[in-house]
């Protein structure tokens, strides 16, 4: 419950687009865990100065330019050795500044936390500590209400039927442990599979909603793919409004990834530019091409970008070949302002769009938002934060353990063990299930009792 | 009035399971004890079901046997079957259960009694207790005498105010048809006692020669019989078979037809009865899909002919009585010896009491058994021999006797009455217990064994015993952990002659243990350097490997559990002061006063959020109390 020795690391000043952006960390080392990772050349680390220099990750690579104010315990907020970021205040810029500090020995603050502190270390008297108090009640509840409460306001039906039903498999289990000279009827192992797998349905489709969620609060990554001249910088600096990407005639430009983040309707989108995907290439295009690869690899949606100017060519084939088994795509037909060359009739439903004219964007835009979010409802998306969702995904394994199990004819008393771990995954998402909900279960669902 | 000129130590009122127990206990630690009963001769009565034991309770029964009881080598002397239940699953939800001859149980435990040093039984009902400056001072009884003690353990079972119904009759009694205690609950009442009111049921006992046990299923216990107690030897007592009968759609019609003459559901009965020991009224109302429903015709006696009709408890009336069991295949002719009935009784919702079973308001008053809203022998035995131990450890001013969830079953019971307090009869089941694949019934003695013997509870030769037990499997583990087999293709061969697959490296004899289709016995057949084990010891070494992942991982969750344990709430902390606290839960927190912050969490309506402000302010308090 109190883990003084940790470091603790937040956004404080707010998770929205601004100029400057806050991470604060405190902890009895957070100085050393600032040492590996800023890099300065005047920093001597003395308490209440600030200290110009940049961000590195552990491969050297340059995360953002920032200024590093430093206090030394006891002549900090809180009282513990602290230190404040302020960086670029983009939304990716802060994550990322955030998860270096996370990647290197820090978690990430609870609510109030740093308050908390303040107050074990005195920093704070008596009666600020019970505004401290309320503070935390609220706060929790006003995370409680971003997540929990609105889940279950969404999804009641999916949080209950999850709960129901793993409740359900533990009153059996222990039916079958605590009742064995009574006779009742449970079910079989096919229906235990059959619930498991309903379980795991309902988990999965969770995740599928949380994914969704997960758009408007961490973003979402666009790759635009298309063939070497395609028009793909141009849409790039189309939708994102300004001139980015350097846009030639001569095929091959891009040869590294060129980003942007745009706001689409509230998912922060970061656009990734691709190095055109052709067949025959010098040496230089090919690295782009592989790292090309590997972002169609990660990206949640593809606008695979054709030239309806000109003939279809062996290399927009290659770019159908990618295309084909990927679930998320935007197709987009360019220079929809030219004479048409060639009909893309094996195109399901292609957008034309002219970068040249700026037409076509915003059903460009409106196409993105609606793939993206795939048949889910924009009012049943939930939100749930990075634990939440590993949470669920633990879960989903731990199902499929148990199903191993159930299988295996595995000993009862200890398939409660694994049941009991499933329920723990997803406690804060479905509620802890207590021993009174298993045995009212129990009761409700089995003749016990001699 | 008359005040006696002996001061006792230690009285205890009732001699059932719990009241027996405490005054065993607290006489075996050298306490002047009195036991008042309103019968001698009802001292050790079953008033239920003939049997001890079974799931969660045949552990019970062991923990009271090692920390000192009696219950277990009662039953190992008076029983007239035994039986391991959960055969066909693992060994950690095993359980022994055995089947009573309900007098001589009863008639050896007078016995124990009546030959116990500093201990004596007197017959007398007790109107009131006697408390002065918040200690409790002594009883008076219904014929106006005083006993003065410094100790008093109430297990007053059913009898508190005890109104039995039969169909839409009733009348005052405390168990079947002896006389209840009418004005002791007012009593505990003016001392501060919330008390609130219960029901339960029992079943109808039959004539014996009127069963046409031809036509039913006989059920024996196991032909090599474990007894409960670690101190019986010799161990040969007899098997008297059960029988399986069924109801059907005709009984459950009758039983249908006849629920006006029912006090359950007529609405005359107004205490609470338990889900788990429904009467066969409320099986048929709730589970109308059911077509039949099992009862065990289970033997009362070695000597009389009387019948316990197990999974018929009942509060119909006596004429539906017959009719529905003359329904029933094999009892077509039968005859009642006694009603089932109902009883509805007083009892102390058990949240006013400490984890040592002394009531919060008055010092030195000890509550167990059905008083404190359980159900059950085996429950009342453990909380009498909790409440005996703490009488004894608050008299020599010793530190109290709290058994810890991770400890023992009686420590999982004891904790949910004190902290949730009880709504219907508490009955113990092993899904109670978190941490059930270390609280097993064959490792109950070496778990627990230490502990008895810091309280005096095992003297030196059991527990030299039990040492030496202790070691022996050590020694046997750490063999199969360092010694190993080559895979030669002899060896294989073996292997594959006893259906286990073949290996390709060296393998620990503990890795072969472990394969599921793999035990001890098997093993003995290809190795044979083996060391030579009793049943006891097999089956503990098996867990030990086989379990070892589930072992492990409960044991990281024990450690878990300690940590949250381990943080302290001062007795004089005052949640009045603490901001953010919801008015529910700092009522509920100043009622349940917990110990520790685990046991906080535990209250039931606690939210994560009230346990991180409390933490906060328990943190604060600490800071503040350090010296600068």
């Known amino acids: 419950m109190i883990n003084d020795d940790d470091i603790i690391a937040a956004i404080s000043s707010g998770y929205v687009e601004s100029a400057i952006g806050i991470i604060r960390v405190s902890g009895k080392h957070s100085l050393e865990l600032l040492k590996k990772v800023f890099h300065s050349k005047k920093c001597d680390y003395k308490s209440n100065k600030i200290y110009y220099g940049f961000l590195k990750d552990s491969s050297s690579k340059i995360i953002d330019e920032v200024l590093v104010s430093v206090f030394k315990a006891p002549h900090s907020y809180t009282g513990e050795d602290s230190f404040e970021i302020n960086c670029h205040g983009g939304l990716l810029i802060m994550r990322n500044v955030l998860e270096l500090i996370l990647e290197n020995g820090a978690r990430l603050a609870e609510p109030g936390e740093f308050t908390k502190r303040a107050f074990f270390n005195n920093k704070i008297d008596l009666v600020q500590a019970h505004a401290i108090a309320n503070l935390i009640q ?289 406690e804060q998402i479905i509620g802890k299930i207590e021993n009174e909900d298993i045995l009212d279960n129990v009761f409700k669902n089995f003749c016990v009792g001699k | 009035m008359y005040i006696y000129p002996k001061k006792y130590d230690c009285i205890v009122i009732g001699g059932g399971h719990a009241g027996c127990e405490a005054a065993l206990i607290c006489a075996r630690l050298n306490l002047n004890t009195l036991l008042i009963t309103i019968s001698v001769d009802a001292i050790g009565a079953m008033s239920c079901n003939p049997a001890i034991g079974g799931l969660a309770k045949g552990h019970l029964v062991k923990e009271v046997d090692i920390f000192g009881g009696e219950m277990a080598r009662n039953i190992d002397e008076t029983g007239l079957q035994f039986k391991i239940l959960n055969r066909s699953k693992g060994p950690a939800v095993w359980s022994s259960r055995a089947q009573a001859d309900m007098p001589a149980y009863r008639l050896r435990m007078k016995h124990m009694l009546e030959h116990q040093n500093h201990l004596e039984v007197k017959q007398a009902t007790v109107d009131e207790i006697v408390v002065e400056d918040g200690k409790i001072k002594g009883v008076i009884t219904n014929i106006g005498n005083e006993f003065l003690c410094d100790a008093l353990i109430i297990a007053s079972g059913t009898f508190l105010k ?301 527990y030299a015993l039990i040492q030496e037990h202790i070691k022996k499997l050590n020694e046997t583990l750490s063999h199969f952990k360092n010694t190993y087999v080559m895979p030669t293709p002899q060896f294989n061969k073996k292997l594959e002659s006893i259906n286990t697959k073949p290996i390709k490296t060296k393998v620990s004899l503990s890795k072969l243990l472990a394969r599921p289709e793999v035990n001890y016995k098997t093993l003995q057949i290809i190795l044979n350097n083996l060391p030579d084990l009793n049943e006891t010891e097999i089956q503990q070494l098996e867990i030990e490997i086989k379990y070892e992942g589930y072992i492990n991982l409960q044991k990281q969750q024990i450690e878990k559990f300690k940590k949250m344990e381990n943080i302290i709430i001062p007795d004089n902390f005052n949640y009045d002061n603490i901001p953010g606290l919801s008015a529910e839960i700092k009522m509920r927190l100043k009622e349940v006063l917990p110990k520790t912050l685990g046991q906080a969490m535990r209250i039931p309506g606690m939210t994560p959020v009230a346990i991180q402000i409390i933490s906060i302010f328990l943190h604060k308090k600490n800071v503040q109390s350090k010296p600068a």
């Open chain 2, 162 to 462: 005890g109104k039995i119904f039969i169909g839409l009759k009733e009348f005052h009694a405390g168990r079947a048809w002896e006389p209840p205690a009418d004005k002791l609950s007012e009593s505990l009442a003016k001392a501060g006692l919330v008390i609130g009111r219960l029901k339960t049921g029992t079943t109808p006992r039959l004539d014996a020669r009127t069963i046409d046990f031809d036509a039913l299923e006989p059920q024996l216990g196991d032909e090599n019989p474990i007894a409960f107690s670690f101190k019986t030897k010799n161990f040969n007592p007899p098997n008297y078979p059960c029988y399986l009968a069924y109801t059907n759609e005709q009984t459950h019609t009758v039983i249908r037809s006849n629920l006006d003459k029912s006090p359950l559901y007529s609405g005359m009965i107004h205490g609470i009865g338990t889900r788990y020991c429904p009467s066969i009224e409320d099986k048929v109302v709730k589970f109308p899909d059911r077509e039949r429903h099992q009862i065990f015709l289970e033997p009362q006696d070695a000597n009389s002919n009387e019948i316990y009709a197990d999974g018929l408890n009942t509060s119909l009336d006596y004429e539906v009585q017959i009719a529905y069991l003359r329904t029933i295949k094999g009892l077509e002719n039968v005859e009642i010896v006694r009603p089932g009935y109902a009883i509805e009784y007083d009892f102390v919702n058990p949240i006013q009491l400490k984890h040592t079973l002394e009531t919060k308001k008055v010092r030195g008053l000890f509550l167990a058994g059905q008083i404190n809203g359980t159900s059950g022998y085996e429950e009342a035995a453990a909380q009498g021999m909790v409440a005996g131990i703490n009488a004894a450890m608050y008299l020599m001013d010793k530190e109290p006797f709290i058994l810890g969830r991770d400890e023992a079953y009686s420590g999982v019971m004891i904790d949910d009455l004190v902290t949730r307090g009880v709504k219907e009869p508490y009955r113990i089941f092993t899904s109670r217990a978190e941490y059930r694949l270390l609280l097993r019934e064959d490792n109950t003695h070496f778990r627990l064994a230490d502990k008895s013997y810091r309280y005096g509870l095992i003297d030196k030769e059991h």
């Open chain 1, 138 to 426: 609220s706060k929790t509840q006003k995370a409680l209400d971003i997540a929990f409460n609105q889940l279950l306001k969404k999804n009641t039906t999916i949080i209950d039927n999850l709960r129901e039903k793993i409740t359900f498999l533990m009153a059996e289990n222990e039916v079958i442990i605590d009742h064995p000279d009574e006779n009742l009827s449970t079910s079989n192992l096919k229906e235990k599979l059959i619930l498991l797998s309903e379980i795991t349905h309902l988990i999965e489709n969770l995740l599928n909603h949380a994914k969704k969620g997960q758009y408007f609060f961490e973003g979402a990554n666009v790759a635009i793919i298309g063939k070497p001249n395609v028009g793909k910088s141009s849409l790039l600096n189309l939708l994102v409004g300004f001139n980015r990407a350097i846009v030639t005639e001569i095929p091959g430009t891009t040869t590294d990834i060129v980003s942007e983040v745009i706001n689409l309707n509230g998912i922060p989108l970061k656009i990734l530019d691709t190095a055109g995907i052709r067949q025959h290439s010098n040496e230089i295009e090919f690295i782009g091409i592989q790292k090309t690869k590997e972002m169609i690899d990660n990206a949640d949606l593809l606008i695979a970008v054709f030239d309806s100017s000109r003939n279809f060519s062996d290399e927009d084939k290659v770019i159908l070949d990618i295309i084909k088994y990927k679930k998320n795509v935007v197709t987009v037909l360019n220079k929809s302002d030219l004479p048409k060359k060639f009909n893309f009739t094996f195109l399901s439903d292609p957008i034309n769009i002219s970068c040249e004219n700026k037409k076509g964007i915003d059903d460009l835009k409106n196409r993105l938002y609606s793939t993206l979010l795939e048949d889910y409802n924009e009012s049943e998306i939930i939100s749930l934060n990075t634990s939440q969702v590993l949470a669920l995904k633990s879960a989903l394994k731990q199902a499929k353990r148990i199903a191993k199990s159930y299988k295996k004819f595995l000993d009862p008393a200890l398939i409660s063990i694994e049941l009991q771990q499933l329920a723990d995954y997803i």
